[in-house]
Structures are given as structure tokens and as C-alpha cells.
């Protein structure tokens, strides 16, 4: 399968704890996005690497999200001091160049 | 401030008739507006896009219009098939790589 992947796909944690997910995005692709959605909501833009270099945070992205993509290839998505807020399910999505994204099937993330 | 949105949560149709979904917006920047799926437990699929110098653009059963006056696109699936059931979002997006999704409309084709 060469589509976009996620891992993992559901993380139940206690408030307080860290969490990081994984997305392996299309392999040709150069551009990474996540976004975020909660029940009832679309999904909402949290940030954009193009290749390494992380382009664009949205204000949703509070100080307590970091997301990495090293090597231009996977990305990561950390959250630290966990909220319940923070429950909602994570998408990440990959195109090339200005082209339609792809999504991956989404980490659901349930902060207890 | 909704820059999307789609005002029908949900639509029920008959097998084999059409189905029509909509989606308003706000922002007279958007020039690039797509439609997608999504299954439970999945991410959302592409299905169509279209962009803001076309009113009209056509894939097999799935054809999106576009009216830029009155900032309003529409998905109509013909004819419309139970696999068809699922969750539809528009998104729009002005020139960049952002995209803005509506908060969706469940489509349910009945057997």
C-alpha cells in the first residue's frame, strides 16, 4: 500500500502524559500537513512542512504541539501535558507540490 | 468565523436517484474548491476538485458546480449508489496550501 499511513491509530492516555504520532506520507510526496478534527467538525489545518522546513503553525497549535519532519520524509506529532481538550482525531495528509492532499486513515487520540 | 460551510448535516436519498450536496462560503479568495469522502474509522478521500475559472467539472458519476456569484458549489452523484453512504466535506483554499473543510454532511443512499 502507497498511500499515507499513520501510527499509531488510537492512543488512549492520562492527562498529563506525552504522546507523538507518526505519519509516513506518500513517498514522492514534498509536502506534509496535519490537521486536526473533532466530532460533529471538519478537519482543521495545524501546520505545513514543505520538504524539512515547517512553513506555517496555525494559532490551534498551542506551545504544548510540536510536530518534525527531519528529513523531509516521516513527521512527527508530539503533544506534552495532555489535555482533555486534546482529544480529537489527528489527520496527516501529503501532495505534491499545490496538488490535492492525501489522507491518512487519522490517529485517534482519547486524553482520560 | 466559518469560512465553509455546509448547512445540511445530513441527506438521505433512494438508490439510483441524485443526490445533491451543497456548500456555501465566505471568502471571495478561495479559488480552488475540492470534495471528499470519508468512511468511518477512515481519513477523508479525494473525489473532485474544481477550480474557480470553471463553473462546471465532471468524473463518472460525480460532477461539482461551481457559482461564483453566489460563492456556492454543489456535488450531485448520479445515480447514486448505497456505497455512495458516507461523510462529505467540502474545502476551499486561496492560493495556498491550506485547505478550509466545511463541517460535513452525511450522505445516506437507501437500498
Known amino acids: 500500500d502507497t498511500g499515507v499511513s499513520q501510527n499509531p491509530r488510537h492512543k488512549i492516555t492520562k492527562r498529563g502524559q506525552n504522546v507523538t504520532f507518526r505519519c509516513d506520507p506518500i513517498?514522492?510526496?514534498?509536502?506534509l500537513y496535519w490537521y486536526r478534527q473533532t466530532l460533529g467538525q471538519g478537519p482543521e489545518f495545524l501546520t505545513y512542512f514543505q520538504n524539512e522546513a515547517q512553513l506555517e503553525k496555525s494559532r490551534l497549535l498551542s506551545d504544548r504541539f510540536s510536530a518534525e519532519r527531519p528529513k523531509g520524509s516521516f513527521s512527527t506529532l508530539e503533544i506534552q501535558r495532555t489535555e482533555q481538550g486534546d482529544s480529537a482525531m489527528y489527520l496527516c495528509?501529503?501532495?505534491?507540490?499545490?496538488?490535492?492532499?492525501?489522507f491518512g486513515p487519522g490517529t485517534r487520540l482519547t486524553v482520560t | 468565523d466559518q469560512q465553509v460551510k455546509q448547512n445540511s448535516p445530513s441527506l438521505s436519498v433512494q438508490e439510483g436517484r441524485i443526490s445533491i450536496l451543497n456548500c456555501d462560503y465566505t471568502?471571495?479568495?478561495?479559488?480552488?474548491f475540492l470534495w471528499y469522502k470519508k468512511y468511518p474509522a477512515e481519513g477523508p478521500t479525494f473525489l473532485i476538485s474544481i477550480s474557480s475559472i470553471k463553473d462546471k467539472n465532471e468524473d463518472g458519476r460525480f460532477t461539482v458546480f461551481l457559482n461564483k456569484s453566489a460563492k456556492h458549489l454543489s456535488l450531485h452523484i448520479v445515480p447514486s449508489q448505497p456505497g455512495d453512504s458516507a461523510v462529505y466535506f467540502c474545502a476551499a483554499t486561496g492560493g495556498t496550501y491550506k485547505y478550509i473543510f466545511g463541517t460535513g454532511t452525511r450522505l445516506k443512499v437507501l437500498a
Open positions: 513517498s514522492e510526496h514534498n509536502r
Open positions: 495528509a501529503s501532495s505534491v507540490s499545490s496538488g490535492e492532499q492525501y
Open positions: 471568502n471571495s479568495m478561495f479559488d480552488y
